[in-house]
DNA sequence: TGCTGAAGTAAAGTTTGCTTTACATTATGC
DNA sequence: GCATAATGTAAAGCAAACTTTACTTCAGCA
C-alpha cells in the first residue's frame, strides 16, 4: 500500500526521528512504513493522520491489489 | 479501537459470512474485528470503508490510549 | 422433533507489524 | 582528518493480525 509519509514529513520539516518519536514508534518503523516495506496497523495510521494532520484517504493510496 | 461495523453490515444486511467473503477474509476474522478482539490492517480497513461505503473515520473510533 | 443458518468461543499455527541492535552512506562543520 | 546528524539496510526476536478447524448456542421452520 503506497503513502506519501515522506513528502507531508518533509513539509512539516520532520527527521524520521522526530515522526517516531511523535508516534510512539522506533525509527526503524517509520522507514519501514515510508519504504513500503510494510503497513502500519490501524492505531498508528490514525496517529499518522493526526500528527501530519491530514485525513487518511489522503495519506495512503488505496489501490486494489 | 472501536468501530461501528456490526451495526453497519446489519444495515446493509449481510451476515458476518457474506462480508467476509466480500473482505476476502475469514469469517473468524470478521468476528474478531466486530467484536473487537484485534484492529484490522490497514489494507483491511480500507476494503472495509469501500465495502460499507464509508469513511474509514467514520467507522472507527480514533479515541487515544 | 430434527435440520439449517447465523452468531459466538477457543486453540494451534502462519504471516506481518514492530523493536532492538548493529553497521553503511552522505552531508555539514570543527 | 574527525565528529555528528540524517537516512538507509539487515537480522533476530516478540507481538499482533489472520487462517483453519472444531465445537456451542439460539432462532426459524418443515
Chains 1, 2 share one sequence.
Not at 24 to 44: H, K, M, W
Amino acid at each position: 500500500m503506497k503513502n506519501h509519509i515522506k513528502a507531508l514529513r518533509q513539509q512539516r520539516e520532520l527527521t524520521q526521528q522526530a515522526l517516531a518519536k511523535l508516534l510512539g514508534v522506533s525509527r526503524q518503523t517509520v522507514i519501514s512504513i515510508e519504504s513500503g516495506r510494510f503497513d502500519p496497523s490501524l492505531p498508528l495510521a490514525f496517529k499518522l493522520a493526526r500528527v501530519l494532520d491530514a485525513p487518511i484517504e489522503a495519506i495512503f493510496d488505496a489501490e486494489e491489489g
